[in-house]
């Protein structure tokens, strides 16, 4: 390879980006520009993959955790050959592109995972090395390396300000995960300036203190750059960081290691200095030497290769291992074992109470006995939300193959490893915590959400009902707050039969993530009667019961806790004379999803005496509860004391609901 | 000091808190049987307070930052002589005590900050130690040191595995701030068992890493702990963490190191069985030896003396420095200068159209001129947000008393460092970044709310508006998201008038949290008329406009962006014979705490064709759309396009207001 090749491929990807960005009049050129030598390096010298087949599963993972670079990537994936046209780079971020301003996964062939909020790519990168770790300890067998493979990353100053890159980084030293090589684009600016005003802490140090290899290296020596990624690959029982020293707008005659190249265009002037600084053949926007394309695009060529390669493998593979060639491609699509179902618990009235955080635990059990690939933990309340798989090990180093993992105290990071797993693929991945704890995974919850993905997020203790623990740990505002994700399906099931179906609904869920949120106290199982299907959870709420079919005179809709509150109260409501209308609501977007004629089947517009029960805030609930309605909510913080203490003081009581419908009589 | 005493009050702290936990049959007994050795060795030998006066300014700050270890700090709070009673300590978490689940700032004498939520303890002391620096360097003079005191914690495993410590810590040791001295619990217990579960990093690498001096000691050794302690006060130049090796439960013979006692009682028969190992003169519960009381109440007349010399040295400062010492005290009481209104900027329909956040810059610079103790920055976003006090310099090491912070990528810590600041008095901290990235310190955000604590959040590029960024960066459900956490005050204004009310309500306000929600984009200056007062911003709500005041034929309700739309939309149906009232709400909880008279008035009932326009989500609307009124929101993800572009597909025009406002008509 001639140097001289090198450096027209490096100003190719330079110039497309500043071009883009330029055309655009909107966008980030700095960073492409300081990171085009490495990502060149990386992409045409290492990385294993087929652009033709985006989802070629050995393919080398690829995370642009910098993800406002975006145009960078876009290059790339132009210029080796993925399914982005030229007019797309030149429709970047426009309405309709492919080619938006953060790399969306699931939009654009290629990107694997969806970045911009900072450490997001970084956690989700630690996420795809564990769900590799564990299906590569599964399936590869000696001379069979089917998932053999890296995850590569570039990653920025703002990545490792960010804390959920400590939470990613210290498990992902602590797991060894060698799989893993990231790349520091270290060019020292920040959008306030100088990395110096706020970010002076020795990366070095700080990731070794991890257990990570590190290396550092001048980002703009393709020599040095080679070398550290060979070293990097070589260290199987580490994670690598190279520290590559780069300059922001690298090229770029008067905005080279500016402050003012990282979110705003260089200028039609600028873009000229360029041109005439690398010697540019041809003034045209967007020209792409022939020599240099041509060169990228052996990638094409090499992807189909490698690809075919392991196709035949993988046919060897099932010839000598039938059963477990068939279980990867279960896995790989998803596809749930025959009779998976059959052995979920039932929950009858005659069961004595059990908190649904006991139900689901129950229910994990068996699915996880017949569906080998639910993986997940807790950060670090596994024994209080029941998310211990018994039958399994530990998740950790040289047993990757075990299920239960340990995430540490570590929510955020989770969440974007729970997001990494399940963009991998092969995996259905799980994590609990409290309910009140989702505050600090939400970024990772929004863009599990934002990406469509089947996360199942498992969060206890889910009111005041959790007692004494006090105001800091009881959520009130968190289910209205989850509510208000698009995407995000929240489940709030009224007792352990909902349960089962609530877990039934989130395993079978492919796309979009699901949150099963469950009470720390005892729930009696409720009388459903006969006419009530037992796959009714999926409509998001249904009718529960009601003494007399023709006569209406109240509703009481709730979800979870409450629910049973109002059956008592309705019964009270009875032998007053009054026909009342239990309806739990355990999930509202599935609701919303229905026809028009079943909402109103459940929820009779002409019907506006209502009341909601839910120990949460009231926000929210106003669409359902109408302006003649009643909330009885929370709209204040908790308190510490036993929760059936809170739970009278707080008005959550069959006696109080059956006073308030009476008031409204 | 005889060692038998120490070992006396040491054992008095560990049965209190096993007694208390047991009889509340609730709580962590573990934790504070452990840390008591540290905590006692601090308590009585190093902590400058006062008992009798817990609001003395120049106090040393504890935070016990591991917030489950309460009965610890109830317990040293009652033995050192606060207003904390055996009877409160006898009703831990119990309803309408003092001595809740976890501490609670405002609601407990000598308690400075809510903890328990693991690393904010942490990041609020960070938040401290800079507000003490700023005001040590703005007040001190030779010989009148009167910010004069450290920032202690004890902080634990759970603290340091969350992201925030590594954001918070990082920034200390850029600062250089060395009045922090973090006594580090190290337990080697997690509630799913060892921290080798999860937890394998070298703290003491990563913190020196971080520029902190770090020490390992026995935490059980009271010399060793003495010794320390005396080398981080003398390294004025680095935070301290003391890493403490403890051991969970200490005392308790079938505990002792096991993760059981971490958040369960230990059992009346254990604790019979601490009673025998330690000797113990008297059974009765609760019993505190006389001679262990006695020292431990030697703080009282300490306390008294310390808070009196500085009295005297504050009264010398007034007769030297009387210009210094009235603003001292302004400052601690937040008292605002006079006339520091009278330059506000002013806004006229006359003005170019301007974004909310640049007026947001302008009125911060122009307060901030009179009102010395505001303070803050931005997540590196300052040239976004409009956060910069153009007059000031940047807040560093050895440049304390300048105004603009720096706080990194770092969303998180850089809320919980407000809060600090915020609880620790004498300044007014703000805090800038995309309101999308609220979510990054939502868990900050809550406790400001549940400490009523009066921090200013700055939450530009607040929808749609943002542009070319795309769904990753477009806030949607965030607004709703924050509405719902009770106390706190989300304003969203409409033009740059109303951003400079929305300004003056979050500096006059003293009590809980105020987010300021802007725009990118520019917005047009509304015609309010004269019939407008200035100050309506604090009701929440507003007519704003309405052609005729007899006659009304459909509602409008909007806020920030959406409500020019409103009134072009209003115009528009005038023309068609429609008489519309555009109702600007910028703040639904301030006009919800209105009189239902006044209300009434903005929204009358019998008006049920209604419009909200927002650009985000419809959740939580429907309460003043009511059952027939129409939402115009987004209720998916966003887009990256240019925002003229986003709003006209999205249908935020005046068009489609007046063809919705048509069809319901």
Chains 1, 2 share one sequence.
Not at 95 to 121: A, F, N, R, V
Not at 308 to 335: C, H, I, M, Q, V
Not at 445 to 471: C, K, N, Q, W, Y
């Amino acid at each position: 390879m001639s140097k001289k090749l090198d450096r027209l491929c490096i100003n190719t990807i330079k110039l497309l980006a500043a071009e883009a960005v330029q055309k655009a009049n909107s966008g980030h050129p700095g960073m492409p520009m300081g990171a085009a030598t490495m990502a060149y390096v990386l992409w045409t010298k290492f990385l294993k993959h087929n652009p033709k087949n985006p989802s070629w599963l050995n393919r080398d993972r690829f995370i642009l955790s910098a993800g406002h670079g975006s145009m960078l990537l876009y290059s790339l994936l132009h210029l080796t050959g993925y399914d982005v046209s030229l007019d797309e780079i030149k429709n970047f971020r426009q309405w309709g592109s492919i080619t938006p301003g953060h790399p969306e996964y699931g939009l654009t062939p290629g990107i694997e995972t969806t970045t911009g909020p900072l450490g997001q790519g970084f956690a989700n990168g630690v996420g795809m090395a564990i769900a590799q770790k564990f299906l590569a300890q599964k399936f590869n067998r000696s001379k069979f390396k089917l998932i053999n493979h890296f995850i590569y990353a570039i990653v920025s100053d703002g990545d490792l300000m960010e804390g959920i890159s400590h939470e990613s980084a210290s498990l992902a030293g602590h797991l060894r995960l060698g799989n893993i090589i990231y790349l520091y684009d270290d060019n020292k600016i920040s959008i306030e300036g100088s990395t110096e005003l706020a970010f002076t802490e020795s990366v070095d140090k700080r990731f070794k203190a991890y257990g990570w290899q590190v290396q550092r290296i001048n980002g703009d020596d393709i020599e040095e750059l080679e070398e550290t990624i060979r070293i990097a690959q070589k260290n199987v029982f580490r994670p690598s960081l190279i520290i590559a020293r780069t300059h922001i707008a690298n090229g770029s005659p008067n905005k080279h290691d500016s402050a003012e190249a990282h979110g705003s265009p260089l200028g039609e002037g600028e873009i000229k200095l360029i041109k005439k600084a690398f010697d540019w053949p041809d003034e045209t926007p967007f020209y792409i030497p022939g020599e240099a394309l041509e060169h990228f695009r052996e990638a094409v060529k090499v992807g189909m290769e490698v690809e075919t390669e392991w196709n035949l493998l993988f046919e060897r593979y099932r010839s000598k291992f039938p059963e477990l060639a068939g279980e990867f491609e279960d896995f790989f699509s998803r596809r749930l074992p025959d009779g998976w179902k059959e052995t979920l618990p039932s929950f009858s009235t005659q069961d004595k109470p059990i908190a649904t955080r006991a139900a689901s635990g129950k229910t994990l059990n068996t699915i996880a006995e017949k569906v080998k690939n639910l993986i997940g933990g807790s950060a670090d309340l596994a024994p209080s939300n029941n998310t211990n798989i018994k039958s399994e090990g530990d998740f950790k180093f040289q047993s990757y193959s075990s299920r239960n993992m340990h995430f540490g105290v570590r929510e955020h990071g989770m969440g974007s490893i729970l997001n990494g797993m399940a963009a991998y693929g092969g995996v259905i991945p799980y994590g609990g915590t409290f309910l009140v704890f989702s505050d600090y995974m939400r970024p990772a919850i929004r863009l599990a959400a934002l990406m469509e993905l089947p996360v199942i997020f498992i969060f206890t203790h889910d009111s005041i009902g959790l007692g004494e623990d006090g105001p800091t740990h009881q959520p009130v505002e968190h289910l209205a707050a989850l509510r208000a994700i698009p995407g995000l399906t929240v489940i709030r099931p009224a007792d352990a039969a909902e349960t089962v179906e609530a877990w039934v609904y989130a395993v079978e869920n492919k796309n979009g993530p699901v949150a099963l949120v469950l009470t720390r106290q005892n729930l009696p199982i409720l009388d459903r009667g006969s006419h009530v299907p037992a796959n009714i959870l999926e409509k998001g709420a249904y009718v529960l019961w009601q003494p007399d079919e023709k006569k209406l005179d109240i509703l009481l809709i709730a979800t979870g806790s409450e629910v049973h509150l109002c059956c008592e109260a309705a019964k009270i409501l009875k032998e007053k004379g009054v026909n009342t209308r239990v309806v739990s609501m355990p999930a509202l977007n599935l609701f919303e999803k229905q026809p028009e004629e079943y909402r109103e089947s459940v929820l009779p517009s002409q019907v506006k005496r209502r009341i909601v029960v839910e120990a949460g805030c009231s926000f929210g609930w106003h669409k359902y509860a109408g302006n003649d309605g009643v909330i009885i909510s929370i709209d204040r913080f908790g308190a510490s004391a036993p929760a059936e203490i809170l739970f009278g003081k707080f008005g959550f009581t069959a006696q109080n609901i059956v006073e308030k419908a009476l008031s409204i009589l």
